[in-house]
Structure formats: structure tokens, C-alpha cells
């Protein structure tokens, strides 16, 4: 897929999205004329970003739900959390969401974003011998299992000529890896931001090799299906709140670094970088993104990471993105 059919999922779609939300948000607050306070959105979040985003933003105001927020360091406890039933909510990537929807798990993709591929990244010790990809053979490589971890390990490997099993992959989360990284039980480490930028401005990790051309480096709004049967309003209304603000903090940048800073007590220098490498926008889930994933889940059912082949047009409930006008 070209840079520019990707954009016209996110960065080019931006116009849309932000067309979408005047019309979007009545419709979802007249739901809540007879319900009033007594609705409660469980959210799982990563590193305070949408929490500190919705606040920062000013839309986190005149909810007509009530919204509890539970922090996480990856994908993995979320989508266990919302399989389990004690999560409506979170926002993971959309490999560790395939690999939980592949076990059967009763989720949707209800919305999303998508970042900069170059923000998933392959991160050596600033002493390491290993200059790029084509070094990583034989190496240790830490990542997480069914995520975009172990993907990028993967497709990483793959570019280079090699076979998957000239490496050894390592599943460890981010806490772990970033450990096991720092005391050379790992050679290198496979992540996103936040923890990218914090590893190279902090500890003085070195990039390697990077997510372009190889991931679509996209994060989804996952719900269960009972929150989306059950809350259905209250969840277009975190759609759309959080789709404004991802526009608002296209222009605000520092505001949103700074408010995350002070809710998660991450440096927000770091925050900063990651923010400005990102360049997170909103998405709507059409063909053009459906497409997209279905060619890196194809992918990671022959690298083995997913158990079967997906449809991933059964994975997405359009419904919470589709452009207004359309039926």
C-alpha cells in the first residue's frame, strides 16, 4: 500500500472525521435523555494518553455517562480485561486485538487512529554491536506475544532474508523487555511509543529498524460485544469526544504532552517526542482501513502469531465511524 492510500485513511481523512462529529454527537446525546447519570463507561487505557487527551481537551466535560478509567501498560490486560467483562472499553493495536479475536473473544473494533509506522521500532543498547536488521541474526529479540511485537520481529526478519527461526524471539511485555534489554539477557527489543522515545532519550537506545512499509501501525477503539449492545450510545459518544480530540491535539501538541506528564508522571519531554513522531489521527473504518489489516492479518497467520485466518470485516462494526449521510 502507497504513503498516499494510507493517508487518505487518516491524515488526508481528517476533513471527514471532524464533518462526521457535530451531527454524530447530538445524535448520541439525545440517547441519554431517560438514562441521565446512571450509565458507566469501563475504560481501559494505556499510559493515561486518552484520559489526559479527553481532559486536556476540554471534552472530557458535561459527560452524560459516567466514566471509570483503568491504566495499563499494553494491549494484552486490556483485551484480557474486556473478554473478561470487567472492561466495555480500551484502545489497543490491532494485531493484539486480531489475536484475542482469533480465540474467540466477543469483541468489535468500533474506531481508531493511526500513527506513524516509524513509531514502531526495533531498539538495540547504545553499546550493542548491531548496526541494522541484517545483524539481528541469531540475536535474542524481546517483544510482545501476538502483538505488534512480535510482528514487527517477524516481518523485520522477513525483509532481511531471513527465516523466522534464525532469531529467537523473547515474549516479554514492555516493563520486562525494557529490563531485559538494559541487562543484556536480550539483544534488542521491539516497541512503540511511548517506550521508544523514553528507551533513546533516557537509557540511550539506538533505533535499528522501524515499522515502515511493514505494519499499518494501527490503534483500535475495541469494545465487547455486550458494552456495544447494552451502551451503544455511551460508546459512539467516547468515539466521537475522542476523535475530536485527536484533531484538537494535532494543533496542541505540547498542551496534551504536558497534561499526560502531570496524570502519568512520565517525563514529558519524552511525551513530547512521541507525540510529535506519532502524529496520531483519527480513522474511519472503511474499505480502504479493512483492506489494510486484512493484508497484515493474512501476514500474521503465516508468521503463525494468529491461529487462523481472519475475516477482519467481521472483527469491525462500522457503525460508530461511518461518515454522515451515509446508510
Known sequence: MTAASKRHGSIDRRGLVAATLGTALLLAGTAFAAAGDSIVLRVGDQKGGNRSLLEISGLARDLPYKIEWAEFPAAAPILEAINAGSLDVGYTGDLSFLTVYAGGAPIKA??????????????????????????????????????????LIDATLEKAGYKLDEATFAPLGPVDAKVALLAGSVDAWAVWEPYISYATLKDGARVVSHGEGLTPTITFIVASDTAIATKRAALQDFVNRLNQARLWSLDHVADYARSTAELTKLPEDVLLAAYQAQRTTPIVIDDVVVTEVQAASDRATRYGILSRTLDVSKAVDRSFTVPAGSN
Open 110 to 151: 468500533i474506531g481508531g487512529t493511526r500513527s506513524d509506522a516509524k513509531t514502531q521500532a526495533i531498539l538495540v543498547r547504545k553499546d550493542s554491536p548491531i548496526k541494522s536488521a541484517g545483524d539481528l541474526k541469531g540475536k535474542r529479540l524481546a517483544g510482545t506475544r501476538g502483538g505488534w511485537g512480535q510482528f
